[in-house]
């Protein structure tokens, strides 16, 4: 359990503080339960500002967060966490109460919410795994769900879902210092009453030359944009990256990246873009 207040106005060395007027309750609980192959970790917390009454406004945020972990042999390993996040404002207008004509003026702007709610579950599988190589099976879905209330009512328009689904499967040659991962990437969201969905697969190579000194990456990806079922847009990208290492303390990095985009309302257009870098560690 956690306990933190920092009081309104809070000076620290002759200065403002960063943060001020807000006061943190948060709890945590962790356990591991069939043989350690099941942990559970809840975390919540609430914060609330205005802690001397004298702002016109009133701030309070709730956060919790579930996590499941589940490991049933050495190569698989499955996640489920679930958190929402639920922000409550209200609305203090003590000029607007004595200045209004009617007793219905501000009715609906005195208390305002906005929440939040994410949800992820992904499993990995290690398929192979010998001397000279591993391989791996991923999969990941994701959620998310916003929208904003205003007296107690969905505001039109705030709501949105987005929805994740992502498979991949890596292909790794240790020897040979060489990776191949072969993916499909699909999401689908909703805002308002409109929506929007995209999917396209992805490839990227990667391996180190000279002694493992070069390391180079190669990758494309193509997606497909439709929305209320009509297509609005395909992007095809390929991305060359480089990094060279010398005496062990200086990097040397290229990337160039090259899109073709077209779209329905606004034709083709192509996009190249290149970056050199120089790094050095002081290690």
């Not at 499967?169 to 020897?175: D, E, R, S, V």
């Not at 990456?217 to 497909?224: R, V």
């Not at 990256?241 to 090259?258: E, S």
Request: hydrophobic share 35%.
């Amino acid at each position: 359990m956690g306990y933190e207040r920092v009081a309104p106005g809070y000076k620290t060395l002759g200065a403002y503080y960063f943060n001020s007027d807000l006061e943190n309750i948060t709890v945590n609980v962790s356990q591991a339960i069939l043989k350690d192959k099941v942990t559970i970790t809840i975390n919540t917390g609430l914060q609330r500002d205005d802690l001397d009454h004298s702002k016109a406004s009133a701030t309070r945020r709730f956060v919790g967060a579930v996590n499941l972990n589940y490991i049933p042999t050495e190569r698989i390993q499955a996640t489920l966490n679930y958190s929402s996040f639920q922000t409550y404002m209200n609305m203090k207008p003590q000029s607007d109460y004595i200045n209004q004509t009617s007793m219905f003026e501000n009715i609906d702007t005195l208390n305002y919410v906005q929440i939040a709610q994410n949800a992820n579950a992904s499993i990995n599988w290690l398929t192979l795994k010998n001397e000279k190589q591993t391989q791996m099976l991923n999969l990941n879905l994701s959620f998310q769900d916003a929208s904003d209330q205003q007296g107690g009512v969905v505001v039109n328009g705030s709501a949105s879902q987005f929805y994740n689904l992502t498979g991949s499967y890596h292909l790794a040659f240790i020897k040979q210092g060489m990776g191949v991962t072969l993916g499909y990437n699909s999401s689908y969201n909703t805002i308002g009453k409109n929506n929007f969905f995209t999917m396209g697969p992805i490839l990227s190579i990667n391996t180190k030359l000279l002694n493992k000194t070069l390391s180079t990456g190669l990758s494309t990806a193509y997606s497909l944009s439709n929305s209320l079922g009509i297509r609005q847009s395909s992007v095809l990208n390929v991305r060359l990256n480089a990094t060279y290492t010398v005496l062990k303390k200086h990097n040397l990095t290229f990337c160039v990246m090259n899109q073709n985009r077209n779209q329905v309302t606004k034709g083709t257009s192509y996009d190249m873009t290149a970056t050199l870098g120089y790094g050095y560690s002081f290690k």
